[in-house]
């Protein structure tokens, strides 16, 4: 029942999210990834747009990973997506 075969990890520093649906055309993915910057701050990287295609990237920075995780759980629209590999 619970053996996907997928081993999730216990911080994970990336999350990748897609949504399709093909009665709508639709092939979407959203990233949120955690990474550190070259002076040592935690960044956000969000990327989005439509599965097979070059999409869009922001890049928000913070003074920890903590900061980073708080304001990456308080933006929604995330209705729909699930994630990857468990779609």
Avoid at 54 to 69: K, M, P, Y
């Amino acid at each position: 029942m619970f053996d996907s075969g997928v081993q999730l990890e216990i911080f994970p520093t990336t999350l990748d999210l897609r949504r399709i649906d093909l009665a709508l055309n639709m092939r979407r993915y959203y990233r949120l990834s955690v990474q550190r910057d070259l002076f040592g701050r935690a960044c956000l990287i969000r990327e989005w747009g439509r599965i097979g295609a070059r999409g869009q990237s922001l890049i928000e920075f913070a003074l920890n990973n903590t900061h980073v995780i708080d304001f990456a759980m308080k933006q929604g629209g995330f209705s729909g997506y699930g994630l990857q590999g468990f779609v």
